[in-house]
């Protein structure tokens, strides 16, 4: 069965700062990364996915992808208070079906 | 932004009683999907739909029934709820596309005594 690992469980970063995630599939399937975030008490929203080998920026958010190792990093530049939330990484091999890591809980102290 | 409805949002029930969790998608998307969590869980998937009057198993679909009557709705049922079926679902629809973003609904919180 597909697992998704990520780390750390849960990271504390000062305002301004970097945060960084990691997630890694143990599917040599899997085609698709995606990056949910869900703050207390909400749904999960997507924030990005990838597919391709390399990074893809959004304004403070860059992932990266290494298909190769099958693992992929979310990184928060500029951290602000209302980025803290459980990220979620998750993994796609059949196209419709997401496969969902634990999660990393970010706080980032003000 | 997609439209996914659960009801109730939260919801008290007995061990052994029988408990159905609605979702109501306004999207047009052909698949839809039942996710539960739990702390240090993450999102695992139960049961899934990419069409009316028909549902497939997720990840781990015992203890659990679904039932898509119509492109719009799609249930989840517990028959006999247990204590180790507390837990957070969410609801969730996407295209029918591969590698298409899953919109989730606001989760329904039950607790079972």
């Known amino acids: 069965q597909q697992k998704v690992q990520q780390s750390p469980e849960s990271l504390i970063v000062p305002e301004g700062g970097m945060a960084s995630l990691n997630c890694t599939s143990s599917?040599?399937?899997?085609?698709y990364f995606w990056w949910y975030r869900q703050h207390s008490g909400k749904s999960p929203k997507m924030l990005m996915?990838?597919?391709?080998?390399g990074e893809k920026e959004e304004g403070r958010f860059t992932v990266h992808l290494n298909k190769a190792s099958l693992h992929t990093s979310l990184h928060i530049r500029d951290s602000q208070p209302s980025d803290s939330a459980l990220y979620l990484c998750?993994?796609?091999?059949?196209?419709?079906?997401?496969?969902f890591g634990t999660g990393t809980s970010l706080l980032v102290d003000p | 932004e997609a439209a996914v409805t659960q009801s109730p949002r939260s919801k008290v029930a007995v061990t052994g009683g029988k408990v159905t969790l609605s979702c109501h998608q306004t999207?047009?998307?052909?698949?839809m999907y039942w996710y539960r969590q739990d702390t240090g869980h993450g999102l695992r998937l139960i049961h899934y739909?990419?069409?009316?009057?028909?549902?497939e198993k997720g990840d781990i679909p015992d203890g659990y029934k679904a039932s898509r009557p119509s492109q719009e709705n799609f249930s989840l049922i517990l028959e006999l709820a247990s204590l180790s079926q507390t837990a957070v679902y969410f609801c969730?629809?996407?295209?029918?596309?591969?590698?298409?973003?899953?919109?989730f609904g606001k989760g329904t919180r039950l607790t079972v005594v």
């Open positions: 969730a629809s996407s295209e029918d596309r591969s590698n298409t973003e899953v919109f």
């Open positions: 999207n047009n998307h052909d698949y």
């Open positions: 998750a993994a796609s091999n059949m196209g419709y079906k997401l496969t």
């Open positions: 599917d040599r399937n899997v085609d």
């Open positions: 996915s990838i597919f391709s080998n």
């Open positions: 739909s990419y069409v009316a009057d028909s549902t």
